[in-house]
């Protein structure tokens, strides 16, 4: 054999030898996925929500305008830090949002449930009349399923 098919041959052989060498894991012993990571929402129903977090005013201004539909326990949350008030509204929203404002212990202060997507200008504001530094977005519909009402809290996690 001339070199380089020999050294071929050498690496043949090793590259089986580990493949076989490992040892096999039964499936039993697969570990279990582990929970999502990244920003959460608990709602008081217990569900876990994933989040997108509007970090940028770019991102803040668009929120969930030209989306058509939302995965399944997903939404979006806002934090502001200026202690002002933040009223929404739907334009080029394409589906029914519920809008949750939150203090930034998460307990509830206003819900606009079933918000209805802006077909023509002027577009309705909607919000609470005082501040509240968190806002969260989700599906139309789902806070009432989840338990979401004034009073009640929802815990952030990762949100930062």
Request: aromatic share 6%; proline share 11%.
């Amino acid at each position: 054999m001339n070199r380089p098919t020999s050294l071929l041959v050498s690496f043949a052989v090793l590259g089986f030898v580990a493949c076989g060498a490992a040892p096999r894991t039964p499936a039993s012993a697969t570990p279990a996925p582990t929970a999502a990571a990244g920003p959460r929402a608990e709602l008081p129903s217990g569900a876990v929500y994933s989040l997108e977090i509007a970090r940028t005013p770019e991102e803040t201004a668009q929120g969930l305008m030209y989306r058509e539909s939302l995965p399944d326990r997903h939404g979006m949350i806002f934090t502001f830090t200026d202690g002002g008030v933040h009223q929404f509204w739907m334009k080029n929203t394409m589906i029914p949002l519920d809008i949750i404002w939150m203090d930034t212990g998460g307990k509830i202060l206003f819900v606009s449930a079933d918000t209805p997507p802006c077909r023509s200008d002027p577009c309705p504001t909607y919000g609470p009349s005082a501040p509240a530094p968190l806002v969260l977005e989700i599906a139309g519909g789902l806070a009432k399923k989840e338990g979401v009402q004034v009073g009640s809290a929802i815990r952030l996690i990762d949100v930062r």
